[in-house]
C-alpha cells in the first residue's frame, strides 16, 4: 500500500465580515493583497509537494479561490467541491471520503476553515479533534502508511504562509 499525504491548507486573507456587503458570508472574497499572497503559497506548496493528485476545495467563495489559485500554481490538478470541509462540516465525513479516495496514494490537499482545519488535523493524528491551528494560506501535511482513520496519521511539517512563500521566491531566483 503506497503513502497518501494530506496537505490541509487554509484559504487565504478575505475580505472582513461585513453583513451589508455579504449577507451570506459564504460569499466573502478574498482580499486583492489575500489573493497575492495566497498566490506565492501555492507555488511555494507547488514547490515543496511536487504538485497534487487533486484538490478538494469548501464550496465558500474564499476557499474557492485559494483552490483556483493552487490548481493554478500545479497546472493539471483536478478540484473537487466537498461540502463537508463547510465551516461545521462533518469531519467524519472528511475522513471517510479520504478512506475511498486513498487510491494509490499521492498528494490530496484539502482546502477549508478554521478552526474546523485545524480540529480535523488533530483527529487525524491525535485521534481527537485537538486544535493545531493553521493561517491563512498556511499549510500542514499528514501522512497515512497505512488506513486513513482517526489518529493513524503523522505530521510531516505545518508550514506558515511566509514560508510557504519563500519557496516560492526560491523558485523564482532558481529559474
Avoid: N
Avoid at 497518501?4 to 458570508?25: N, Q, S
Amino acid at each position: 500500500m503506497s503513502t497518501l499525504r494530506v496537505v490541509l491548507f487554509r484559504h487565504g486573507p478575505a475580505g472582513k465580515r461585513d453583513t451589508a456587503r455579504w449577507p451570506d458570508d459564504g460569499l466573502r472574497p478574498l482580499t486583492a493583497r489575500g489573493e497575492e499572497r495566497t498566490r506565492a503559497a501555492a507555488a511555494g506548496l507547488v514547490r515543496l509537494t511536487g504538485g497534487f493528485r487533486a484538490i478538494w476545495t469548501s464550496p465558500l467563495t474564499r476557499a474557492a479561490a485559494s483552490a483556483a489559485l493552487l490548481r493554478e500554481a500545479s497546472r493539471e490538478t483536478r478540484v473537487h467541491t466537498v461540502d463537508a470541509l463547510r465551516p461545521g462540516g462533518s469531519w467524519r465525513e472528511v475522513i471517510e471520503r479520504l478512506q475511498q479516495g486513498r487510491g494509490s496514494g499521492g498528494t490530496l490537499v484539502l482546502v477549508g476553515h478554521e478552526p474546523d482545519l485545524g480540529k480535523l488535523a488533530g483527529t487525524l493524528v491525535f485521534g481527537a479533534p485537538r486544535a493545531l491551528p493553521l493561517k491563512k494560506a498556511g499549510a500542514c501535511a499528514i501522512e497515512f502508511a497505512g488506513p486513513v482513520e482517526a489518529g493513524g496519521g503523522q505530521i510531516v511539517w505545518l508550514l506558515t504562509p511566509k514560508l510557504l512563500r519563500t519557496l516560492a521566491r526560491k523558485r523564482e531566483k532558481a529559474r
